[in-house]
C-alpha cells in the first residue's frame, strides 16, 4: 500500500512538473524570432559576438564606455551562427535552447551512469527544467550561461566513463565560455582524488595545464590578462545576498533530501551542492548577477533527486513541489517577460530609435542593434565602474551635457550614478516610457 502511494505521489508530481515545463518551454521557443529584448544580456553579448565576427576589437581599452568581462568562446560560437541566422541575438537565442536541451539530456546520461532508472532520470530533469523555467530568463535566451553548463555535463559524464583527460579538457574548455562555472570542476576533482587519488591527480594536473595554455594564448591573442578582464568592478551588498537567499526556496526540500542518500553519489552530489551553494551566494553579493548563479546547485538537486527516488520517492516527490506550486500562485511573477504586446511595444521602440538620426545611448542594446545604431555605452558595466570609484563620470557627464546622444533608453535613471543623471535632467526630457524603460531625447 505505501509502495503504491509512494508511486502514484511520482507519478503526480511528474505530471505537475510536465504541466508546467511544456507549456513555458513553448513560449520560450515561440519568443526566439522576436525582435523584443527579453534581457539586457541579449543585447551585449551580441554586440561582442558581431566584434569577434568582423574583426573589431572584442576587448576594448579601458577608456572605452564599452566593457567585455566574459571569456571570447561564445562569442565566436554565436558570431559564427549569426552568419546564418543573420541576427546575433537570435543565433544566440537558438544556441541557448540546444545548451539547455543538452545539459537537460547530460543530467539523464549522468543519472543512467549512476544507476538511475528511466523514471528517477525523467524526475530529475523535469526538476531541473522547472527550475530553469520558472525561476529564470536564460532558456532560449542569448547568453552562454547555458552552453557552459552542458559542456560541463559531458565533460562529467567522460569522468565517470573513466575517460579523466578528456573530461580535464572539456572543464578547462568551459571556463572560456563562462567563467562562473567553477562549482562542477571543483566538485568533480575533490570527489574523484577521494575515489582514486591518481586519477584525481592527473584529472587535476590536465585541466590546469589545459586552462593555464588557454590563459597563455588569451594574452597572446589579445595582448592582455583574461583574469583582470573579468574582474570589472561592481558594487557588492548584503542587501543582493539577503535577496538571492529569498529565492532559493526551490532547493530546500532536495537538499533536505540529500541527506537521506548513502554511498559515494551522495558524497559527490554533497561536494558538488555545498560547492554551488557557497559560490553562488559569493557571486550573488555582486550587483547584477541572477538566477543563474545558482544553476550548478539546481543540477546538484536535480541529481540529487534522480538518485533519491531510488530510494525514497514520496521525498523526491514532495522535494518537487515547490516548483509548480509556486508557478499555480505566482504566474504573474515568472521572469520570462515576453508578450504579444511587448513584441509589438518593443517594435515602435526600434521604429522609434530609427527615426532619430546619430547615436543612441542603450541601456537594451538590442534595441540600438535591430535600430542599426552602433553600441555606445555599457551601461551596467560601465555604472558599475563610477559607482565603484573606477571611473571618472566626468567625461561621460560632458557627453551628456554636449547632448552627445541624440537619444537615451535608460531602464533606471541611476543607473550611471548621480552626476551622470543630474546632467541628463538639465539637458534631456522624456519622450515615453513603456516596459523598456523611458526614452529622451535632448532639449532644445
Known amino acids: 500500500m505505501r509502495a503504491r502511494f509512494a508511486a502514484a505521489m511520482v507519478w503526480c508530481g511528474l505530471i505537475a512538473m510536465a504541466l508546467a515545463v511544456l507549456p513555458l518551454l513553448a513560449r520560450n521557443i515561440l519568443a526566439i524570432p522576436a525582435l523584443a529584448p527579453l534581457d539586457p544580456n541579449e543585447g551585449w553579448n551580441a554586440v561582442h559576438a558581431l566584434a569577434a565576427m568582423s574583426g573589431r576589437a572584442l576587448y576594448p581599452p579601458p577608456q572605452s564606455l564599452m566593457v567585455n568581462n566574459y571569456p571570447p568562446l561564445s562569442f565566436y560560437i554565436v558570431g559564427a551562427l549569426a552568419r546564418l541566422t543573420g541576427d546575433a ?41 522547472a527550475m530553469l523555467l520558472i525561476a529564470s530568463d536564460y532558456v532560449a535566451m542569448d547568453d552562454p550561461q547555458l552552453m557552459g553548463h552542458a559542456v560541463q555535463l559531458a565533460a562529467l559524464l567522460l569522468m565517470l566513463r573513466k575517460k579523466v583527460l578528456v573530461a580535464a579538457l572539456l572543464f578547462a574548455a568551459s571556463l572560456f565560455l563562462k567563467h562562473n562555472l567553477l562549482a562542477l570542476p571543483l566538485a568533480a576533482a575533490a570527489w574523484l582524488l577521494w575515489q582514486d587519488r591518481r586519477a584525481g591527480l592527473r584529472f587535476m594536473a590536465c585541466g590546469i595545464a589545459a586552462a593555464a595554455l588557454g590563459l597563455i594564448l588569451f594574452r597572446l591573442f589579445y595582448g592582455i590578462g583574461l583574469p583582470a578582464q573579468l574582474a570589472s568592478p561592481r558594487l557588492v551588498s548584503l542587501t543582493n545576498l539577503r535577496f538571492a537567499v529569498t529565492h532559493l526556496w526551490w532547493a530546500a526540500l532536495p537538499l533536505a533530501a540529500l541527506f537521506t542518500l548513502r554511498g559515494s553519489w551522495k558524497t559527490f552530489c554533497l561536494i558538488y551542492a555545498g560547492a554551488a551553494l557557497i559560490l553562488g551566494l559569493g557571486f550573488s553579493a555582486g550587483d547584477g548577477v541572477d538566477a543563474n548563479g545558482f544553476f550548478d546547485l539546481a543540477v546538484a538537486c536535480a541529481l540529487t533527486l534522480g538518485l533519491v527516488l531510488n530510494r525514497a520517492p514520496a521525498l523526491a516527490a514532495l522535494s518537487a513541489v515547490p516548483l509548480p506550486l509556486f508557478l499555480a500562485l ?32 542603450c541601456d537594451q542594446l538590442s534595441l540600438c542593434l535591430w535600430a542599426g545604431k552602433p553600441a555606445e555605452v555599457d551601461v551596467f558595466n560601465v555604472g558599475e565602474e563610477i559607482k565603484t570609484g573606477a571611473r571618472d563620470a566626468a567625461p561621460l557627464a560632458g557627453m551628456i551635457a554636449a547632448r552627445h546622444f541624440a537619444l537615451l533608453q535608460l531602464q533606471d535613471l541611476d543607473a550611471l550614478g548621480p552626476q551622470v543623471r543630474a546632467a541628463i535632467e538639465k539637458h534631456y526630457r522624456t519622450n515615453h516610457s513603456d516596459d523598456n524603460g523611458s526614452f529622451l531625447t535632448p532639449l532644445p
Open 330 to 361: 505566482n504566474f504573474s511573477d515568472n521572469n520570462f517577460f515576453f508578450t504579444r504586446n511587448f513584441a509589438a511595444q518593443s517594435g515602435r521602440d526600434v521604429a522609434f530609435l530609427k527615426s532619430r538620426p546619430g547615436p543612441a545611448l
Open 89 to 129: 541575438v537570435i543565433a544566440g537565442r537558438i544556441l541557448s535552447l540546444i545548451s539547455f536541451l543538452a545539459a537537460c539530456g547530460g543530467i539523464a546520461l549522468v543519472l543512467r551512469q549512476m544507476a538511475c532508472g528511466a523514471r528517477a532520470r525523467l524526475f530529475a530533469v523535469l526538476f531541473f527544467a
